[in-house]
């Protein structure tokens, strides 16, 4: 099994930036593909970016393209998310993901893609 732990949520004034975190324990060989989807109330989950194992491919959504930026090191078993740029409609509950397979595989953008699950941090941006 593999656990993931997200930090760094809080509150912040739109324009500013947040930087989250997911650490990842447990059996993490298994991990290649990350990512990282938020859900507002009321709302779906929805694909926020995702990054492969080597972290020479990343992708975003359009909604957070140019203004969020993925990444990872695999030695810290961690992947961040530093968002800038942080707009009210980006309040969610957001959630680090991971799993066993490599984002050609399959459909990187889809919940179902991945295999483990944090329990979110509260990302809240005020206007």
């Known amino acids: 099994q593999v656990q993931l732990v997200e930090s760094g949520g809080g509150l912040v004034q739109a324009g500013g930036s947040l930087s989250l975190s997911c650490a990842a324990s447990?059996?993490?060989?298994?991990?290649?593909?990350m990512g990282w989807f938020r859900q507002a109330p009321g709302k779906e989950r929805e694909f926020v970016s995702r990054?492969?194992?080597?972290?020479?491919?990343?992708y975003y959504a359009d909604s957070v393209k140019g203004r969020f930026t993925i990444s990872r090191d695999n030695a810290k078993n961690t992947v961040d998310l530093q968002m800038n740029s942080l707009k009210p409609e980006d309040t969610a509950v957001y959630y680090c993901?991971?799993?066993?397979?490599?984002?050609?595989?399959?459909?990187?953008?889809?919940?179902?893609?991945?295999?483990?699950w944090g329990l979110g941090t509260q990302v809240t941006v005020s206007s």
């Open positions: 990054i492969s194992w080597s972290g020479g491919s990343t």
């Open positions: 447990g059996r993490t060989f298994n991990i290649y593909t």
């Open positions: 993901a991971a799993s066993r397979w490599s984002y050609y595989q399959g459909p990187a953008a889809n919940p179902q893609f991945y295999h483990y």
